[in-house]
Structure formats: structure tokens, C-alpha cells
């Protein structure tokens, strides 16, 4: 039997769609691009830890973060229409770019902390993270 068929026995994705993997610790995701692409931002939880996951516009470049800043767990949305592409979070107003730096208002000058997140195949992120959650 294929390996392929293995790995997508117990999913509802093509082993070659393309996700988004983080691994946080023991918990891992994958967060299909085709989910990511039309809500992004994307506001989740990978274990206990709170994400925003950010699309760019060239429908390429991705970007994820922690949510959580001096102890508060932000809330993104998109500005809309702002190129470069920009987040504005729901507590402060402050105005936050592609890169995770606060560039106006409270958080001005201050960064979210990266988190590491892998363009893979679906097939590939669930051979080496066999026990990962699927973001619908």
C-alpha cells in the first residue's frame, strides 16, 4: 500500500495539498492554505499557545506569531485595503505590519514573538507529525 494512502486514510485532505505547519512543544497543526488564504487573518490556539496566522497578499508569504503581549492575548483583524499589508489589533487599535512590529498607537515599536511555521505538503508534515491536528 502507498504511503500516501497510509497518511490520508484518516483526513479529508489530498496528500499534496499544500499547508502550514507549526509545531509548539508536543502540539502540532497544519492549517491548509486553502483555509488560511480567503480569512486571514487566522486567530487559533496550537496547544495552549494563542496564534495569528498572516497571509500577504501575493498569496505566498506567510507569517505566524504569538497573540499574547505583556500578558494579553490580542485579537487581529486586516486593515483594509493597506499596502504593505497590516493588522490592527482589537484591545489597542495599535497598527501592526507583516513583520510583527508594532508600527503605531500602544504597541508602537514592539514585536510579537515569531513562531516558526513550514510550507510543506500535507503528506510530508503528517509523516513527521503523525499525531497533528487539521485546522478547518
Do not use: C, H
Not at 57 to 76: C, T, V
Request: hydrophobic share 35%; aromatic share 12%.
Amino acid at each position: 500500500m502507498p504511503v500516501f494512502s497510509q497518511l490520508n486514510s484518516d483526513s479529508e485532505l489530498n496528500p499534496r495539498a499544500e499547508i502550514v505547519g507549526i509545531k509548539i512543544g508536543n502540539a502540532a497543526k497544519a492549517y491548509p492554505l486553502s483555509a488560511i488564504q480567503p480569512q486571514t487573518p487566522v486567530l487559533d490556539y496550537v496547544g495552549d499557545t494563542s496564534v495569528v496566522i498572516v497571509m500577504a497578499q501575493d498569496k505566498k508569504s506567510i507569517r505566524a506569531f504569538e497573540r499574547r503581549i505583556d500578558g494579553d492575548e490580542l485579537e487581529f483583524f486586516a486593515k483594509p485595503d493597506s499596502q504593505p499589508p497590516r493588522l490592527i489589533d482589537t484591545q489597542t487599535g495599535s497598527e501592526w505590519d507583516f513583520r510583527g512590529r508594532g508600527v503605531s498607537g500602544k504597541y508602537s515599536g514592539r514585536e510579537l514573538k515569531k513562531i516558526f511555521a513550514l510550507k510543506d505538503y500535507w503528506f510530508d508534515w503528517k509523516a513527521y507529525n503523525p499525531d497533528t491536528i487539521v485546522y478547518r
